[in-house]
Each structure stands twice: as structure tokens, then as C-alpha cells.
């Protein structure tokens, strides 16, 4: 266990849906992070938040949005969903700053848009 | 901007062969470095780190040195075991950033 929480594990949905992944970071990470790991695309940086403001945008899709609650914890929004949003979502959290400093990862989401 | 060059998979190796997998890096200044392992089913897991030039990360019997000279920071192994089998990441993180750049992963096999 990480300690990194993802939820739910696996999804399905339909096109044009809307689903909301969470996310609840390690014990004390004040950062969280979103990915879209899917085959042809890799690894892709999505968003980042740290205590609750918004850090860092990357390559997120107008249709997608993200926000970190007070407690720390982070959704992940995905509105009017299209087949090719079917991916594994990853939350990543890390400790403020220091540069040495990687990301814990969770688990996953896995989204299947069908 | 900054950017990650990985080997291209899959890799396909026998138990006990010896391992590298090259990664390459673009940026400014002095990042650091990390490798991240992804074993089938479950996220990434940090498998070694080095932050400064001429470092070197080491885990789970798994090496890798910093090089400045060739921005290089290669993953190498020994002795390969068939545990491990999994999807390789090589990552920076670079000053004034703290978004963790990757490659595009390389995909490791060991047939016993």
C-alpha cells in the first residue's frame, strides 16, 4: 500500500457521460498530481494541485476538470466522455518542494468509455 | 522544454542476463533523476533516485548514475530475475518545476 488512495479501481461508462475519480494523497503530501496513462499516449501530466490551489495545468482536456478539497483529498472530473478517454488514471502526491523529492503513486483507475 | 528519451521495447531478455535500459535527457539547469517500475496491474513505484551529477540511485540490486556529460542516467542490472518483469519509466524533475517529466516507458520481459 502506498498509501495513496484511488476510487474506484475500475470504471465503465458510456459516451457522453460524466464520472469523478478521487483521490486522497499520502499522510502530510500537501501536492497531487493527475496522469493519463494510456497505450498510444504514455504518460501524460493532466493537472496539479498544492493545498488546494491549482499548481501546474498540462495537456487537460477543456471537458476535464479537477479540484483539492480542504482535507486535501482531489477529484478528477470528466464530462461528456468520448471513447478515447478510456484510460488508466493514475493520482500521484508528493511532500512540498525539495526537488529530490518523487511522487507516491496510487493504484489507479481504470476509466472504459464504451 | 524539458524531455525524456527512453530505449524503445519491448525488451525481451533470459533470467540472469544483464540489463540496460538507456534514457536520455533535455533541460536546463541541473534536474534530478528517477527511475519508476510499473508492474502489471498496479502504478508506478519509485525504484531509485540520484540529484545531483555523478550520483548514483541504487535498488533491489537495480543501478543507475547521473551523467552530465552525456545527460544520460541508464538503468542497469546484473542479474536479471523473471520478478522483474515490468514497464520501466525514466523521469526528471527539474528547478522551479515540480511536475515530474517521463519517458515513454520501456516494456521489460525475462523468460526463465
Known amino acids: 500500500d502506498s498509501g495513496v488512495t484511488q476510487t474506484p479501481k475500475h470504471l465503465i461508462t458510456a459516451t457522453g457521460q460524466r464520472v469523478t475519480l478521487r483521490c486522497s494523497p499520502r499522510s502530510g503530501d500537501l501536492s497531487v498530481y493527475w496522469y493519463q496513462q494510456s497505450l498510444d499516449q504514455g504518460l501524460q501530466f493532466l493537472i496539479q494541485?498544492?493545498?488546494?490551489?491549482?499548481?501546474a495545468k498540462g495537456n487537460i482536456l477543456e471537458r476535464f476538470s479537477a479540484q483539492q478539497f480542504p482535507d486535501l483529498h482531489s477529484e478528477l472530473n470528466l464530462s461528456s466522455l468520448e471513447l478515447g478517454d478510456s484510460a488508466l488514471y493514475f493520482c500521484?502526491?508528493?511532500?512540498?518542494?525539495?526537488?529530490?523529492?518523487?511522487?507516491?503513486f496510487g493504484s489507479g483507475t481504470r476509466l472504459t468509455v464504451v | 522544454g524539458d524531455s525524456v528519451t527512453q530505449m524503445e521495447g519491448p525488451v525481451t531478455l533470459s533470467e540472469e542476463a544483464f540489463l540496460t535500459i538507456n534514457c536520455t535527457y533535455t533541460?536546463?539547469?541541473?534536474?534530478?533523476l528517477f527511475w519508476y517500475v510499473q508492474y502489471p496491474g498496479e502504478g508506478l513505484q519509485l525504484l531509485l533516485k540520484?540529484?545531483?551529477?555523478?550520483d548514483k540511485g541504487s535498488n533491489k540490486g537495480f543501478e543507475a548514475t547521473y551523467r552530465k556529460e552525456t545527460t544520460s542516467f541508464h538503468l542497469e542490472k546484473g542479474s536479471v530475475q523473471v520478478s522483474d518483469s515490468a514497464v520501466y519509466f525514466c523521469?526528471?524533475?527539474?528547478?522551479?518545476?515540480?511536475?515530474?517529466?517521463f519517458g515513454t516507458g520501456t516494456r521489460l520481459t525475462i523468460i526463465p
Open positions: 533541460a536546463t539547469g541541473y534536474p534530478s
Open positions: 523521469a526528471l524533475k527539474n528547478f522551479g518545476n515540480e511536475k515530474l517529466t
Open positions: 494541485y498544492y493545498n488546494g490551489e491549482e499548481r
Open positions: 540520484a540529484t545531483k551529477a555523478d
Open positions: 500521484a502526491s508528493s511532500a512540498a518542494r525539495p526537488l529530490g523529492y518523487g511522487y507516491t
